[in-house]
C-alpha cells in the first residue's frame, strides 16, 4: 500500500506547495516595493525561482513516474535530473542578479521600513519550513526533490537574516544592512545550489554515481565465487537513486547451468552492497593466470 500512496502523497505537497511559494511571492514582492526594501525584493526573487523549482519539480516527479516505452527504453527517470539541474542554474543566474544591484544599493542606501521587513520575513519562515517538512521524507533519495528541499532552506535561511537585519536597521539606522543582507542571500543561495548543480551533471554526463567508488564495487565482485577476473567496468545513474552497471566477467571454462549461478552471486553482491538493480554482465571464458585489472586469477579452477 506504502509504495501505492508515497507517489500521490508527494505529487499532491510539491502542488500545494507550489500555490502557496507563488501567494507568499506576491505579498512580497509588494511588501518589498512598498517598504523600500532590496533583501525583501531580493527573497521574493528567489522565492520566484522556488516556484519555478516546485513547477518543474512537480512536473518532473508525475514524469519520472511513466513506465518505460519503445522510445524511452529506460523510462524517464532522467526528468527530475534536468529539472534539479535547470533549477540549480536559474539560482546562480539570480545569485548574480543580487550581486549587482546589492552593489548599488550599498553606493546609494535607501531608507526602509524595517517592520514590514519582519513581518513579511517571519511568514517567509513559516511559509517554507512547513514546505520542507513535507518535502523531508522523499529528499533524502531523489535529486528532484532534494533540489525543491534545498530552495526552500535557503528560503528559511533568508528570512531568519531578514528578521535579523530589519532588528539591527531598528536599532542603529544603519540603512546599508539591507543590501550587506541581500548579498549574504545570494552567497546563501550559490551554496544552496552547488552541490545540486554538481550531482545532476554528474548524473546527465554518466559518471560514477555519488557515494561509490569503482575500486570497491569491482573488488567485490572478484570476491564472488567463481569470477577470474573484472575489466571494462562501466556505472551510471539513470536517475537520483537508480543505478546501472555493465562488465565483462572473466569465468572458468563452465557450462551455462553453472555460469548462470554465478549471475545470480553477482547481481545479489551488486544489489545488497552497492543498490545497483541494473545489470549488463558478459561472461568471459578462459583458462589463465595473469591479473586483469588488479584481480588475482588463480592458476587452479575454482571450486
Known amino acids: 500500500m506504502?509504495?501505492?500512496?508515497q507517489p500521490r502523497s508527494t505529487g499532491r505537497i510539491l502542488k500545494w506547495s507550489l500555490a502557496v511559494t507563488v501567494a507568499f511571492v506576491v505579498v512580497e514582492f509588494a511588501a518589498g516595493l512598498e517598504a523600500h526594501s532590496?533583501?525583501?525584493?531580493?527573497d521574493a526573487g528567489h522565492n520566484l525561482t522556488d516556484a519555478l523549482a516546485l513547477l518543474l519539480a512537480w512536473f518532473a516527479f508525475h514524469f519520472q513516474m511513466k513506465p518505460p516505452d519503445e522510445v524511452k527504453?529506460?523510462?524517464?527517470?532522467?526528468?527530475?535530473?534536468?529539472a534539479a539541474f535547470v533549477n540549480a542554474l536559474g539560482l546562480l543566474f539570480l545569485s548574480g542578479f543580487i550581486f549587482y544591484e546589492s552593489y548599488h544599493r550599498l553606493i546609494?542606501?535607501?531608507t526602509v521600513n524595517e517592520t514590514t521587513m519582519i513581518v513579511v520575513a517571519g511568514l517567509g519562515l513559516l511559509v517554507n519550513s512547513a514546505i520542507m517538512l513535507?518535502?523531508?521524507?522523499?529528499?533524502?533519495?531523489?535529486?528532484?526533490?532534494?533540489a525543491a528541499f534545498v530552495h526552500m532552506l535557503g528560503d528559511a535561511l533568508g528570512s531568519i537574516a531578514i528578521v535579523a537585519g530589519s532588528i539591527g536597521i531598528h536599532y542603529t539606522g544603519w540603512q546599508r544592512i539591507d543590501p550587506i543582507l541581500s548579498i549574504l542571500i545570494a552567497v546563501l543561495i550559490i551554496w544552496t545550489a552547488w552541490g545540486i548543480t554538481k550531482e545532476s551533471l554528474n548524473i546527465l554526463l554518466e559518471g560514477l554515481p555519488k557515494g561509490l567508488k569503482l575500486k570497491h564495487v569491482m573488488d567485490a565482485m572478484c570476491g564472488v565465487d567463481g569470477v577470474?577476473?573484472?575489466h571494462d567496468v562501466h556505472i551510471w545513474s539513470l536517475g537520483s537513486s537508480v543505478h546501472a552497471l555493465s562488465c565483462h566477467v572473466l569465468i572458468g571454462d563452465l557450462p551455462p547451468s553453472e555460469s548462470e549461478s554465478i549471475l545470480r552471486r553477482l547481481n545479489a553482491t551488486l544489489e545488497k552492497r552497492f543498490g545497483i538493480h541494473h545489470t549488463t554482465v558478459q561472461f568471459e571464458h578462459a583458462n589463465c593466470a595473469a591479473g586483469v585489472n588488479g584481480c588475482f586469477i588463480p592458476t587452479e579452477p575454482p571450486s
Open 38 to 42: 532590496l533583501a525583501l525584493l531580493s
Open 2 to 5: 506504502h509504495t501505492h500512496h
Open 228 to 230: 577470474l577476473g573484472v
Open 108 to 110: 546609494y542606501p535607501q
Open 134 to 146: 513535507g518535502l523531508k521524507r522523499d529528499s533524502a533519495h531523489d535529486i528532484n526533490i532534494r
Open 73 to 82: 527504453t529506460y523510462g524517464y527517470h532522467r526528468a527530475g535530473v534536468l
